[in-house]
């Protein structure tokens, strides 16, 4: 099975109106149609130039104000999937849980009309801190017409365990969602992909925020560059990368996966890291 896939290095701009983030979604949905990808990954807190509109301190409307914006976040990439037939996981948005708070929640639109969520599983300090944002309680894996992914937003590729748990499921393809203010947190997450591609000898598709928010506190920055990373086997490039990005540029990368390829080093690769896994000693869940 092959799935072909982009990543959007999706350049935050201050919005003035919903109408303005809804045309450059559109662009970066539209440009993977057209190199015939069947999904396309945007990066975490991609909602966030929203909190630019109606501001007159320069410093952003209130992160709770994201909340708001649900129900059109979710009506624009829903029919970006249905139109463009593809799955488009929408990077993360801001919602508000059952009990009133905070969750940084990311999004997959199936193009059947299907929807589902991951809430963040692992929150950063700044995040709980900053935003009062907290974690999520259950980690999903979802089916899709090629294969199972799944969905864990940047700071939780940073946690072997999580990944262990969805692999151990069936997830063939992990789906990170990131935004990094700096190249120490940037290189933090990639490493961590790198890492969890070899342990689980499984696709890693990451991408995150470039450009910047003038009048959106803590997004005043980002360092941020798409990548799609394999296991380091034979039939992969050597470094484990597929393909990648410019560093902060404004752009998509697009690759095809070959799902075939994992099953065959989880079988008789240089290692198998999976298949020697000592769940006698360390379980995948418990």
């Keep these: 099975m092959k799935m072909r896939i982009s990543a959007v290095q999706f350049e935050l701009r201050d919005a003035d109106s919903f109408a303005e983030f809804r045309e ?4 970066y949905v539209r440009n993977a149609s057209e190199y015939g990808a069947k999904f396309v990954l945007l ?22 104000r994201l909340a708001d914006y649900t129900e059109a976040y979710e009506q624009l990439f829903d029919g970006l999937a249905r139109e463009y037939e593809m799955y488009v996981l929408a990077g993360t948005h801001v919602t508000r849980s059952e009990s009133g708070g905070l969750r940084n929640t990311a999004y997959l639109f199936a193009p059947d009309g299907r929807r589902f969520t991951q809430d963040k599983l692992h929150i950063t ?12 309680e259950s980690v999903n894996v979802f089916e899709t017409e090629y294969g199972k992914i799944a969905l864990l937003t940047c ?20 789906f990170c969602p990131s ?5 120490h ?16 000898q499984v696709y890693i598709v ?20 798409a990548a799609v990373i394999a296991p380091n086997d034979i039939p992969f490039p050597p470094r484990g990368i597929v393909c990648e990005g410019e560093i902060n540029a404004d752009m998509l990368i697009t690759a095809d996966l070959d799902l075939s390829l994992l099953e065959e080093v989880r079988r008789a690769g240089s290692v198998t890291t999976w298949r020697d896994r000592r769940t006698d000693l360390y379980p995948d869940w418990n």
């Excluded at 935004?179 to 190249?183: G, K």
């Design 206 to 225: 990451t991408t995150g925020a470039v450009g910047s928010l003038r009048r959106v506190d803590f997004m005043r920055a980002n360092y941020g560059q």
């Design 43 to 64: 990066p975490e807190f991609v909602t966030t130039p929203l909190l630019a509109i109606g501001d007159t301190t320069g410093r952003g409307q209130p992160i709770e």
């Design 185 to 200: 947190g940037f290189y933090r997450v990639r490493y961590c992909c790198h890492a969890r591609a070899v342990e689980n």
């Design 179 to 183: 935004c990094t203010d700096d190249r």
């Design 155 to 174: 700071y939780d590729i940073e946690f072997p365990e999580i990944v262990r748990m969805v692999r151990a499921q069936g997830a063939d393809v992990i």
């Design 125 to 136: 300090p700044s995040e709980r801190e900053g935003w009062n944002v907290s974690a999520g």
């Design 24 to 27: 450059q979604a559109v662009h």
